[in-house]
């Protein structure tokens, strides 16, 4: 979100084991704490490139969509996936010796069933609520980074949804997030490709 406010930032890992993470700090000292506080400061503080529109309706549409990323997307496959195939000091997930294929295949039949509902909402809409790139967009697109980067995501069988994706990951937010890395896991080999 910083990138599309064409803002700039230095991310730091906080001493402070009691913050509400991540917590964005302005030059004046001033914080937000948490992820929903930080979107409502950085919507409401500056006004250029907005990520949530202002006609009432598009902005529900946006909520509902962000609302979806950030629950049932997460829960019904990131968790199911990300979670298990990422080393747990990353996820924070329950330490066990292998992945449990069984939760990662509950979790594959649903991002199937989600891939289908992305594309049609991009190809009806140009992205998923409106014809701009909105906050559900990034949020939908920062889960589907998580499971591409672990190779999961059947590209060839979404053609619309990977077309909104190529169109989604050329945007400024998510110039840092390619480059980000797992340490001990490497992305697929077209994870940071702008198309594929």
């Not at 000292?29 to 006609?55: C, F, K, N, Q």
């Not at 997930?93 to 992945?99: D, N």
Request: overall charge negative.
């Amino acid at each position: 979100m910083v990138g599309e406010k064409r803002l700039s930032c230095d991310p730091v890992q906080s001493d402070d084991p009691g913050a509400h993470l991540p917590v964005f700090i302005e030059l004046d000292g001033s914080r937000s704490e948490g992820l929903w506080a930080i979107v409502d400061h950085l919507e409401g503080t500056y006004h250029e490139h907005p990520l949530t529109p202002e006609d009432p309706l598009e902005r529900a549409d946006v909520l509902r969509w962000l609302d979806w990323a950030m629950g049932s997307f997460h829960d019904l496959v990131t968790r199911r996936i990300v979670f298990e195939k990422a080393a747990q000091r990353f996820t924070g997930a329950v330490a066990r010796s292998a992945p449990d294929m069984n939760v990662i295949r509950q979790g594959r039949e649903a991002l199937r069933v989600m891939l289908k509902s992305i594309g049609q909402a991009a190809e009806s809409n140009g992205n998923l609520a409106i014809r701009e790139c909105t906050l559900a967009d990034l949020a939908v697109a920062a889960h589907l980074s998580a499971l591409d980067y672990f190779g999961e995501i059947p590209w060839a069988e979404y053609p619309q949804t990977a077309e909104w994706y190529v169109r989604i990951k050329s945007r400024p937010s998510f110039r840092t997030l390619l480059a980000d890395r797992v340490p001990g896991q490497p992305p697929t080999m077209t994870y940071a490709e702008l198309d594929f």
